[in-house]
Structure formats: structure tokens, C-alpha cells
């Protein structure tokens, strides 16, 4: 298995307070990804990033950043975090050509 | 934007029986994977398809590439419960991004 993580892994929260997930890999992949998985959508892609400080949006950003300063930590941050951000959010690593693999996610919910 | 549409979103059979999943879209990709993920767990990849009309096995699953790039297929031969999961199909696109379908959820009953 790729070396991913995430934390939290669970986090609730309330409407309106700023969140900040994390994604560490031990892998040295070039390419990570933040996505949400919610019923009926699939995966859905936040935002991306092709190395340290190098990042782009994806097709669901509105609401969303995210920083990379070293190859092995991705951060999502949701500045002011919405009931409709409710989700459980996916982290994953790539190198080569569609080969993407994904941490455990975070379940987060905004009451 | 790339659009995959999964069919069926729900798939429940008996041990033994056979099974196919689609992957359909009106735009041509790069490569195709195929995932499985069970609940509370991330996506794990069983195979990618990068060749028009390439056909993958891995054990009982067979994978297919439609010629023109746009759909696979994966069929799984004598399904069991084992193979109880999410299974979803994804296109590779530009920047190493990946389009996923919605998903089919599939249950092998004893």
C-alpha cells in the first residue's frame, strides 16, 4: 500500500469556522489531489497540485484552498466551512500516467 | 468538461453468477482504471487500460478499452461475496487528472 495519510479522519464542525485537512505522503509523488466523494457524484476533484507550491483547480473548488510547502504535505483548507461541504474527502499521490492512489479519507460534517 | 456514466448504480446477484459493469462517456481518454472501494475505505486500484480494444485480466475480472477510447467494461466471472463493493471507473486526462464515473455498487448474496 502507498504510504498516505490523512488527518482528521473524522471532524465536525460548525458553519461558518475555518477547517484544515491534511494529507502527508511517504511516497516522493510529484502529483497529489483533494477529492469530495458524496452519494450520486463519484469522486470529484477539488483542487491538484504537480509539486511544492505548484497547484491548480479542479472541477468543485469554489470554496477551497489548498497549500503544498514540501513534496509530502497537501493541505486543504475550507476558509469558511458550509453545511454543503458536509463530505467525506479523499487525498491521493500519483507519478506515473493514471495511476492514482488514495489515503483513507476524512469524514467531515458541518452542523 | 469530461463526463463518464456508470451503468448500473446498483448491482445485486448470487455467488456464482456472472456480471458485467459499464463505463460509458462521449469523450476519448488517455487511459482508463478501474477501481474498488470498500466502505470507509479510499479507492484501490485494480487495473489501468491505455491501448484502444486492450483487454486486462486479474483473476476472475476481466477489463476492457473500447476501440475508440470513449468505454470499458469490466465483467467478473462466478461473482463472490468477496467481490462486494464500490467499483468505479475513471479517465485520465491532461495534468494527470482523472474524470470518475458515479460508481456501481455491487453485492454478492451467499
Known amino acids: 500500500d502507498a504510504g498516505i495519510t490523512q488527518s482528521p479522519r473524522h471532524k465536525v464542525t460548525e458553519t461558518g469556522t475555518p477547517v484544515t485537512l491534511r494529507c502527508h505522503q511517504t511516497?516522493?509523488?510529484?502529483?497529489m489531489y483533494w477529492y469530495r466523494q458524496d452519494p450520486g457524484h463519484g469522486l470529484r476533484l477539488i483542487h491538484y497540485?504537480?509539486?511544492?507550491?505548484?497547484?491548480d483547480k479542479g472541477e468543485v473548488s469554489d470554496g477551497y484552498s489548498v497549500s503544498r510547502s514540501k513534496t509530502e504535505d497537501f493541505l486543504l483548507t475550507l476558509e469558511s466551512a458550509t453545511s454543503s461541504q458536509t463530505s467525506v474527502y479523499f487525498c491521493?499521490?500519483?507519478?506515473?500516467?493514471?495511476?492514482?492512489?488514495f489515503g483513507p479519507g476524512t469524514r467531515l460534517t458541518v452542523t | 468538461t469530461q463526463l463518464l456514466e456508470q451503468s448500473p448504480q446498483f448491482l445485486s446477484i448470487q455467488e456464482g453468477e456472472n456480471l458485467t459493469v459499464y463505463c460509458n462517456s462521449s469523450?476519448?481518454?488517455?487511459?482508463l482504471q478501474w477501481y474498488r472501494q470498500e466502505p470507509g475505505e479510499g479507492p484501490v486500484l485494480l487495473v489501468t487500460?491505455?491501448?484502444?480494444?486492450e483487454v486486462k485480466k486479474l483473476k476472475r475480472l476481466t477489463f476492457q478499452f473500447g476501440d475508440a477510447r470513449k468505454d470499458s467494461s469490466l465483467h467478473i466471472t462466478a461473482a463472490q461475496p468477496g467481490d462486494t463493493g464500490l467499483y468505479l471507473c475513471?479517465?485520465?486526462?491532461?495534468?494527470?487528472?482523472?474524470?470518475f464515473g458515479s460508481g456501481t455498487q455491487l453485492t454478492v448474496l451467499p
Open positions: 491521493a499521490i500519483s507519478e506515473s500516467e493514471g495511476k492514482q492512489y
Open positions: 511516497e516522493n509523488h510529484r502529483y
Open positions: 497540485s504537480y509539486g511544492v507550491k505548484d497547484t
Open positions: 469523450s476519448v481518454f488517455s487511459s
Open positions: 487500460v491505455v491501448t484502444g480494444g
Open positions: 475513471a479517465g485520465g486526462g491532461s495534468a494527470r487528472q482523472l474524470t
